[in-house]
């Protein structure tokens, strides 16, 4: 069983910064990648980035240039690097791995809210 774990989230003002970090616990001993989705209110849960790891990376066209994935310091750990927020990026956000068998874990989310 694998557990996720996120933290970082919370408020923030358009054109500013929030850093979200994800570690996973329990058999890891292997996946395909690490990433992240968020789910807006009314809105379907959509993909942000993925990171292989090999350490390939996938942006949606609506972070892209703005939000960075990275490996974090330890085995199956990613950061998620928020900078020029925009208000429609207010959502929460959600860690998941995938395994080499293509089974999907989630965290629990952590809000993000862009606001002035």
């Known amino acids: 069983q694998v557990k996720l774990e996120e933290s970082g989230g919370g408020l923030a003002q358009p054109g500013g910064s929030l850093t979200l970090s994800c570690a996973a616990s329990?058999?890891?001993?292997?996946?395909?990648?690490m990433g992240w989705y968020r789910q807006a209110p009314g809105k379907e849960r959509e993909l942000v980035a993925t990171?292989?790891?090999?350490?390939?990376?996938y942006y949606s066209k609506d972070v892209k240039g703005r939000f960075t994935i990275t490996n974090g310091y330890a085995w199956a750990t990613v950061t998620l690097r928020m900078n020029d927020l925009k208000s429609e990026d207010t959502a929460i956000y959600y860690c998941?791995?995938?395994?080499?068998?293509?089974?999907?874990?989630w965290g629990q989310g952590t809000q993000v809210t862009v606001s002035s």
């Open positions: 998941t791995l995938k395994t080499l068998s293509d089974i999907d874990y």
């Open positions: 329990g058999t890891v001993d292997s996946f395909y990648n």
């Open positions: 990171l292989t790891s090999g350490g390939s990376p």
